[in-house]
């Protein structure tokens, strides 16, 4: 099924819809469900510690009412809940977190038979960096995607992640679709 496409600009740290010209651009739809999936904010839940110190638990309001969800068991909410991993400091607990988060962000696709399975691992390849690995398991094959946040800690202090992936890129067993961070969105090769 193809859809609308998205592409992550990583200087923005945004999403926006494909252009060429004056057409949209479309895709099969994993790439733009796994943007919408990780980086459209989840609510926190009543116990979730709010990085900026407000009481905003936001979420898409596309979503509620939650209490209408809620009468029929666990609202089913659309994005993720790594917006709360900004200003955690990067170690094991929050690797652990993220690959949580992002597990739970893209459940749907199980649920929904889109995947056959999600898997998600967190690492940090070298001193301020959050890497999230996400492979997708459709009918097959596999597609992995691949996001980097940068830190930006002062000097001495530990190393709070990033809200912004510094890039994306999607791998395909069968090679078809190889998407990197062009540092001005992504870019299809």
């Not at 690995?133 to 940068?150: E, K, M, N, V």
């Amino acid at each position: 099924m193809r859809d609308i496409a998205l592409v992550w600009n990583g200087a923005l740290g945004e999403a926006d819809i494909a252009l060429a010209g004056s057409d949209l651009l479309t895709d099969d739809g994993l790439q733009t469900a796994v943007i919408v999936s990780l980086f459209t904010d989840a609510p926190a839940d009543p116990g979730d510690a709010i990085p900026d110190g407000t009481t905003d638990r936001r979420g898409w309001w596309g979503d509620m009412p939650v209490d209408a969800a809620a009468q029929t068991g666990t609202p089913d909410v659309t994005g993720s809940k790594l917006w709360l991993l900004d200003r955690a400091v990067l170690n094991a607990e929050t690797l652990a977190r993220a690959e949580s988060y992002a597990l739970a962000a893209l459940a749907w696709m199980k649920r929904d038979g889109v995947a056959g399975n999600v898997t998600a691992r967190a690492t940090s390849p070298q001193r301020g960096w959050l890497e999230l690995a996400i492979d997708i398991f459709q009918a097959g094959s596999r597609r992995q995607f691949s996001l980097a946040w940068a830190a930006v800690a002062a000097a001495g202090a530990p190393a709070p992640v990033a809200v912004v992936p510094a890039g994306i890129v999607l791998r395909s067993d069968s090679g078809a679709a190889i998407v990197s961070d062009s540092g001005t969105g992504i870019v299809i090769a």
